[in-house]
């Protein structure tokens, strides 16, 4: 069985921000991610709010993000932990195709957004549909866009966007919105904002560039440079879950990141964190690097 000391799972901003944390301490750190290295990154074409970078590709900063970590001694690997148990002072997560032993574990998965599953939505993913207003509307500026949702962070999202934007869209499947009633009576009340209430968006057209406009379900075409996508965020718990606690399926910590279990920590957007940034998710990493310290010293006396 492989040991490390910190056992990182994901890859993300969080995970790789920890990863770098907790080995520049001196700890063995392994950093597990089913995938490549970036989480998220990999799908953001453009990112201009990280700070202290010029506008970069996603998949540069990941690049970078992971260099530094292995400059530090973090090891890479290339699997998906299926599930984690405790066993005395440690922990042994599982893999398809190994175990690992670790003496704190740093949960850092990530999330996934819902999507529509409308004609065109993948395709023009990153050329116009997107699914966070604070990264991407301001490269609608002055523009009309769609938002698409009917919860609180769809409601938000759209009065963000209506400072921003020309015009904004918001379509809703329902007649009354999910969201709190002090938020939608500001959307109700924003003048640039107009409702399609009980309607449903079919597809996303464009030319093959750009989105020029969003189809409505009665068949009528809204022209629109933007579709901002706000029906739900999917944390991804599956390794978790019945393990630690969990508040709207998304893990529960402290300011510290700790979370019910003491040694499993969690940083980034799988924990409930009101604001899911590249930002946050790499201050939560070293905030989670910090406090597995403190729990392993702790362990040794
Ligand atoms: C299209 C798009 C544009 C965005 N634009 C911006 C922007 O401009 N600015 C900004 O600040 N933020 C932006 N964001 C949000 C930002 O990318 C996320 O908030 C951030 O990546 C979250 O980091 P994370 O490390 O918590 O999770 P993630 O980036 O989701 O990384 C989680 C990692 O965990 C891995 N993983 C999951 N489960 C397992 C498992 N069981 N075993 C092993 N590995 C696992 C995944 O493969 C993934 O690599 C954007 C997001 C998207 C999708």
Do not use: W
């Not at 540069?60 to 690997?77: D, H, N, R, Y």
């Not at 005395?88 to 599982?94: C, L, N, S």
Request: charged letters at 20%.
């Amino acid at each position: 069985m492989r040991e490390c000391d910190v056992l990182v799972i994901g890859c993300g901003p969080a995970g790789l921000s920890a990863a770098q944390y907790a080995a520049r301490a001196g700890y063995r750190v392994l950093a597990a991610d089913a995938l490549a290295p970036g989480g998220q990154l990999l799908y953001i074409d453009e990112i201009e709010n990280y700070p202290g970078t010029e506008k970069m590709s996603g998949y540069a900063l990941a690049e970078a993000l992971e260099k530094q970590a292995v400059s530090f001694g973090v090891e890479i690997g290339f699997m998906e932990i299926a599930s984690i148990e405790k066993d005395g002072d440690a922990f042994i997560a599982h893999s398809a195709d190994e175990d690992i032993a670790a003496k704190a574990i740093i949960y850092a998965a990530g999330a996934r957004h819902r999507h529509l599953g409308c004609q065109g939505e993948e395709e023009y993913q990153g050329k116009g549909v997107s699914y966070c207003a604070t990264c991407d509307g301001p490269f609608f500026r002055g523009k009309d866009v769609v938002v698409v949702g009917g919860g609180d962070t769809a409601l938000t999202d759209a009065l963000y966007l209506s400072k921003i934007c020309s015009s904004v869209t918001l379509v809703h499947r329902r007649m009354e919105f999910r969201g709190q009633k002090v938020l939608s009576d500001r959307v109700r009340a924003r003048e640039n904002i107009r409702l399609e209430l009980g309607r449903n968006v079919v597809s996303v057209n464009g030319n093959g560039r750009n989105v020029t406009s969003v189809t409505l379900d009665d068949g009528r075409m809204i022209e629109a440079s933007a579709l901002f996508v706000f029906v739900g965020i999917i944390p991804n718990t599956e390794a978790i879950d019945g393990l630690v606690e969990l508040s709207g399926g998304f893990v529960v910590t402290d300011g510290s990141m700790r979370t019910s279990v003491p040694g499993i920590f969690a940083a980034g957007d799988v924990r409930t964190t009101p604001f899911r940034q590249v930002v946050t998710a790499a201050g939560d990493g070293a905030l989670a690097a910090h406090a597995a310290d403190s729990y392993i010293q702790g362990l040794n006396g």
